[in-house]
């Protein structure tokens, strides 16, 4: 058996994510038909490094290959690009030992990005657009909240039974913000992160900022000391932007 790793980028806007589902277009299943294709009848096995949401993007997604043949790989990567859809690209493939641990990185980078200046109908897939506007400097004293490390189960998609077999203890490295041309990006770096973890952050910091609820609410909720709140943000405007090994 041969071994590779894929860095692949997507538009994740019209995808159910990247893990596959029966019936669904996503963007693991959407690889492993172009693997189909391009190789007929051969014996594969593909793992992603990052499980993403629906509707969320990605600029260096990473994904463990194992391939029963060894591929000429510009020809191969050529052929994946030409069958897969056009929200899909494989930007390299190399050649890795078989023991790659495609999971065990050392960080992940993903931003957020929040349009609080007026819509671009050329760019909104890729935003989050407010209704309202945000209280930029109230939004950053609530992020401050999440860096280090805490049981971030209130801030995750999971349910009680799920936490058996997924840790939420998680520790977020650092939570940059900057501004240009009217985008508002935040960007959070950590080992790993958990279902819907950052898109929830990012939700109970747009609505203190809305003045919905004070920071004593979030501390409690993230202490564990009260249940899940129901604010979840758009998925648009989650990228995952680098994978560190």
């Given at each position: 058996?041969?071994?590779?790793?894929?860095?692949?980028?997507?538009?994740?806007?019209?995808?159910?994510?990247w893990a596959?589902?029966?019936?669904?277009s996503?963007?693991?299943?959407?690889?492993?038909?172009?693997?189909?294709r391009?190789?007929?009848?051969?014996?594969?096995?593909?793992?992603?490094?990052?499980?993403?949401?629906?509707?969320?993007?990605?600029?260096d997604?990473?994904?463990?290959?194992?391939?029963?043949?060894q591929?000429?790989?510009?020809?191969?990567?050529?052929?994946?690009?030409?069958s897969?859809?056009?929200?899909?690209?494989?930007?390299?493939?190399?050649?890795i030992?078989?023991?790659?641990?495609?999971?065990n990185?050392k960080?992940?980078?993903y931003?957020y990005?929040?349009?609080?200046?007026?819509?671009?109908?050329?760019?909104?897939?890729?935003?989050f657009?407010?209704?309202?506007?945000?209280?930029?400097?109230?939004?950053?004293?609530?992020?401050?909240?999440?860096?280090?490390?805490?049981?971030?189960y209130?801030?995750?998609?999971?349910?009680?039974?799920?936490?058996?077999l997924?840790e939420?203890?998680r520790?977020?490295n650092?939570?940059?913000?900057?501004?240009?041309?009217d985008?508002?990006?935040?960007t959070?770096?950590?080992?790993?992160?958990?279902?819907y973890?950052?898109?929830m952050?990012?939700?109970?910091?747009?609505?203190?900022?809305?003045?919905?609820?004070?920071?004593?609410?979030?501390?409690?909720?993230l202490?564990l000391?009260e249940e899940k709140?129901?604010?979840?943000?758009n998925?648009?405007?989650l990228m995952?932007?680098?994978?560190?090994y």
């Open positions: 058996m041969y071994y590779y790793l894929f860095t692949i980028q997507y538009d994740g806007t019209d995808f159910c994510g596959k589902q029966k019936g669904q996503t963007i693991q299943g959407e690889l492993e038909g172009a693997i189909s391009v190789a007929r009848n051969s014996i594969f096995r593909l793992v992603g490094a990052s499980k993403t949401d629906s509707g969320v993007h990605a600029f997604q990473k994904a463990w290959v194992e391939l029963n043949f591929p000429n790989v510009e020809g191969f990567l050529k052929a994946l690009n030409s897969l859809p056009l929200g899909i690209e494989v930007t390299n493939i190399e050649e030992r078989k023991d790659f641990r495609v999971r990185c960080e992940k980078t931003e990005k929040i349009n609080v200046g007026k819509n671009n109908v050329f760019e909104n897939r890729y935003y657009l407010p209704k309202k506007q945000l209280n930029l400097i109230k939004l950053e004293e609530a992020l401050n909240l999440f860096v280090g490390t805490h049981d971030f209130n801030f995750s998609g999971l349910k009680k039974e799920e936490t058996e997924i939420t203890k520790t977020i650092s939570i940059e913000t900057k501004i240009e041309e985008i508002f990006t935040i959070f770096k950590g080992k790993g992160f958990i279902r973890q950052i898109r952050i990012v939700g109970a910091c747009i609505a203190y900022s809305l003045d919905k609820i004070d920071l004593y609410k979030i501390k409690n909720v202490a000391n709140m129901p604010y979840i943000a998925p648009e405007g995952l932007k680098k994978i560190n």
